[in-house]
């Protein structure tokens, strides 16, 4: 299948690969071509800020939770309708899992699905140093697969210039790379930023506003026709014949209630579409807003967030914490991570240290700490039987909070990739999975499987 694609990488995080992304997927839109977006590895924020511009949901592309024939398959499914497909990359293009590996980086995911990168490189205080810095990436890897440069942070009366001077001393080397537009240095390119990522889109007043303009100045100076005529060079794509058919659809259709709102809204969209093969609905419903939990719902799904930004409104919802509640030690199938393991303690400390009450499922303090706690991909090995995870299988998942908890349990065994370190954590019951790292339920389909069947019975006990 022909597929164009185009992968917008950089030298490192903070390069403004997120905001450009987004408006070149606004630009491309504006010309009235069929665009999906995708991001490298598992952040959850920046397709948030992609599905702003788009209105559809972005994919995740991970090697570490996707074999590389599942992650073709992914994707042919995500982007088989597109005109183009913008994937935006992390960290720096050759990042990967570790300091000295590039397994699971953008170079690698560009590599598997054969994509054509366009490297950001923000100009502000360089000269011929670009040049050097170009020939490097260019250079590191033969297949890099860079093929065209966007300039960042520089003035149009600079750009004429510096693409002459970088297309020349990469033709010298022997590259034919060439510099497709540049980005001025203006406010509508930069976005408020907390931890390590964004804030949420829901958090930044007139977004759509803001990268429409984006959009509309990137039309202005990128040239997009030599975007498109890269994107097209992708190779077609397609996955082992067999291999099309997704998991199972023989489980009847079970309801399942999922959070989100502005405290709770993480979820990785490959996750979701599973239990919808595997014949779910999925209820939103909001823990601020919304008094009790959907009427019919046999499982519940509360994801990650920020709950610590809005502990006082939720705490205040007193009958959504007594619904939650009632339904978890009633036994309802419940996974929840990170945002959603916070609520489910006795309390919840916010930024300013002020506690305040949360459903009480979990008996321990939410509180936080002012650094990264942990950080990175884990290997989950549980330590006993679970409703959904059982004693000794592993799935795989991703860790990044600032919040810890006095309880954070020990039924399972978190695993780096490299071994070097381990800790336990994980709180599992004969209904519940509870922790704070984020999973990817793909790596284990059978987690779902289980938590679908749970359900499904559930809902059959409620009728009886």
């Given at each position: ?171 010298k080397a022997g590259y034919e790379v060439k510099v497709l ?218 860790e990044f909070h600032y919040w810890d908890s006095t309880n ?57």
């Amino acid at each position: 299948m022909k597929i164009p694609r185009v992968l917008i990488t950089a030298a490192s995080s903070g390069s403004g690969k997120t905001v450009i992304s987004c408006g070149l997927m606004e630009a491309l839109k504006q010309k009235k071509l069929q665009v999906v977006s995708c991001k490298c590895g598992p952040d959850y924020i920046d397709p948030m800020f992609h599905r702003e511009v788009l209105g559809i949901e972005s994919e995740n592309l991970d090697l570490f939770f996707n074999q590389k024939e599942q992650l073709r398959q992914l994707f042919l499914r995500h982007a088989k309708e597109a005109d183009i497909a913008v994937i935006e990359g992390v960290m720096g293009y050759y990042d990967g899992m570790g300091l000295n590996t590039e397994t699971a980086s953008s170079y690698d995911v560009a590599a598997t699905l054969e994509i054509p990168a366009v490297l950001v490189l923000p100009c502000r205080g360089m000269a011929l140093s670009a040049a050097a810095l170009v020939k490097g990436f260019l250079e590191f890897k033969p297949d890099s697969n860079i093929r065209g440069i966007l300039l960042n942070r520089i003035s149009a009366m600079l750009y004429p210039k510096m693409k002459e001077m970088l297309e020349t001393e990469l033709k010298k080397a022997g590259y034919e790379v060439k510099v497709l537009g540049y980005v001025p240095e203006q406010d509508v390119f930069r976005l408020e930023s907390r931890h390590l990522g964004l804030v949420t889109p829901k958090e930044i007043e007139s977004l759509q506003g803001q990268l429409k303009k984006a959009g509309e100045i990137l039309s202005e100076t990128v040239d997009l026709d030599g975007l498109l005529e890269i994107a097209s060079t992708a190779p077609d794509i397609s996955i082992p014949y067999g291999q099309e058919e997704t998991e199972g659809n023989c489980i009847e259709k079970v309801r399942i209630g999922v959070a989100r709102d502005a405290a709770f809204g993480f979820y990785y969209k490959d996750n979701l579409e599973l239990l919808r093969e595997l014949g779910c609905e999925i209820v939103e419903f909001s823990p601020l807003k919304d008094h009790e939990l959907p009427k019919g719902i046999q499982g519940l799904i509360l994801g990650g967030g920020y709950p610590e930004l809005y502990a006082k409104e939720l705490s205040q919802n007193q009958k959504m914490l007594d619904s939650i509640r009632f339904a978890v030690r009633n036994k309802m199938p419940c996974h929840a991570e990170c945002g959603g393991f916070l609520y489910l303690q006795e309390s919840l400390q916010d930024k300013a240290g002020k506690s305040w009450k949360m459903t009480g499922v979990i008996p321990g303090v939410a509180f936080p700490t002012g650094k990264l706690v942990r950080f990175g991909y884990i290997q989950l090995k549980s330590k006993k039987d679970g409703a959904f995870l059982k004693m000794g299988e592993s799935i795989r998942g991703h860790e990044f909070h600032y919040w810890d908890s006095t309880n954070n349990g020990e039924d399972a065994k978190a695993y780096k990739p490299d071994g070097k370190r381990s800790w336990e954590c994980i709180h599992v019951d004969e209904n519940l999975f509870a922790g704070f790292p984020h999973l990817s339920y793909r790596s284990n389909p059978e987690f779902a499987i289980r938590f679908v069947q749970a359900a499904k019975r559930y809902g059959n006990r409620k009728e009886g």
